[in-house]
């Protein structure tokens, strides 16, 4: 235990999934590694920290912002079934099947997958703690200090998993300030009659923006723009396919490159949804526009739409910003070198690692990285006998 108050510290922590705040900024409780957040990369490295017998609560702990369990699939919008979801991986230990009824047709993502990690939880007793908001992360010697908004802590090592929820983008474009319509990003969407009657410029080439793209396509009038012309993959899409598609964001990670989705090198499966959308003639894509005016969007050539809402379906950034007084990226902007046996682990600093971030950023990748930081950071702090 650092500093004063070491009896208000430890007990707060020592409650069950709870944590007192404490009113003196000096203290921190000591632990020996820290996981930020409980989504899927979180709960794999938690359950496998456990499993190599480092300590819950002494020896490692979680902190997530949520109120309750689910990371960011309780977010999602309701029409987002586990039907239509790309795929949703087994946690080690624990299949989906074994959690969640599915029986009942279409289950709503943002439901069955907090019960199945809520029972997730349960089975493994994670220590998880929340709401707990980690606020910045800072290098203190031997130990990296992470403060909340209740409780701070000093750890010989991090692991974290916050993903990218919390970072939607949204790229500038000229005009965008003065368009009269409504803008929103994926992270907005909760239902497409909220849009019927009106004119849609549905922006991006992902998954995401193929299924709003179909469900808005059926109330109102669509215009779908993408950068580069999508690519449909067409067969199944197995493990061996998805292991080779996070090798390649892998890559550029090793290199210190900021890196690209997963779902970017994967390709958009041709689904029974997308062939039905091509018959109804919706996917006809346009390249991106050139800029944004007060009524619709314009091109370079000069042609023009007139749009009631531009839906931004771009995708996210990791959130990593209470990690910037570590100073991890290679350059401002730029990526952060990774290395270890899965690229988890921060080159210029062994002890963090990064899960949800690069090749696992989807659940591809999420439990595999998960077990690689927890296996490779309990070693390297001398944690297994």
Not at 347 to 360: F, M, N, Q
Request: net charge neutral; with cysteine.
């Amino acid at each position: 235990m650092e500093g004063s108050g070491e009896a208000a510290a430890e007990q707060s922590v020592a409650s069950g999934n709870d944590i007192t705040p404490t009113r003196n900024p000096n203290v921190a409780v000591k632990v020996d590694i820290v996981v930020i957040g409980a989504g899927q990369a979180g709960l794999s490295s938690a359950y496998h920290l456990k499993k190599l017998g480092i300590a819950p609560q002494t020896g490692f702990l979680v902190l997530d912002h949520a109120a309750q369990a689910g990371g960011a699939w309780q977010y999602r919008w309701p029409t987002l079934t586990l039907s239509t979801v790309n795929r949703i991986h087994d946690l080690p230990g624990m299949r989906f099947s074994d959690a969640v009824d599915t029986s009942a047709g279409q289950v709503q993502a943002s439901v069955a997958v907090p019960e199945y990690f809520a029972a997730y939880e349960k089975a493994f007793a994670l220590p998880i703690y929340r709401p707990v908001n980690v606020k910045v992360v800072c290098d203190r010697g031997e130990r990296l200090r992470i403060e909340t908004d209740r409780v701070n802590f000093a750890a010989r090592g991090l692991i974290n998993a916050t993903g990218t929820w919390e970072t939607p983008y949204i790229p500038d474009y000229p005009g965008a300030a003065r368009f009269k319509g409504r803008q929103l990003h994926t992270r907005d969407y909760r239902t497409a009659a909220e849009f019927a009657g009106q004119r849609v410029v549905i922006v991006g080439g992902g998954i995401s923006a193929l299924q709003l793209l179909d469900e808005i396509s059926h109330v109102a009038t669509t215009i779908w723009v993408t950068r580069r012309p999508p690519e449909f993959r067409e067969g199944p899409f197995n493990d061996e396919a998805g292991h080779a598609a996070v090798a390649l964001v892998e890559e550029r990670v090793r290199r210190g490159e900021p890196p690209t989705s997963v779902v970017s090198v994967t390709g958009l499966p041709v689904t029974p949804a997308i062939i039905a959308m091509r018959e109804r003639g919706v996917l006809k894509r346009l390249p991106m526009f050139a800029e944004i005016t007060e009524q619709g969007v314009r091109w370079a050539d000069g042609s023009e739409q007139q749009a009631d809402v531009i839906l931004w379906c771009t995708g996210f950034r990791s959130a990593l910003d209470h990690l910037a007084p570590l100073q991890l990226r290679e350059a401002p902007g730029g990526g952060i070198k990774m290395t270890g046996r899965l690229a988890t682990q921060v080159a210029k600093d062994p002890r963090i690692h990064l899960v949800g971030y690069g090749p696992s950023a989807s659940t591809i990748g999420a439990n595999r990285a998960g077990a690689a930081a927890a296996r490779e950071l309990a070693p390297f702090l001398g944690l297994l006998r």
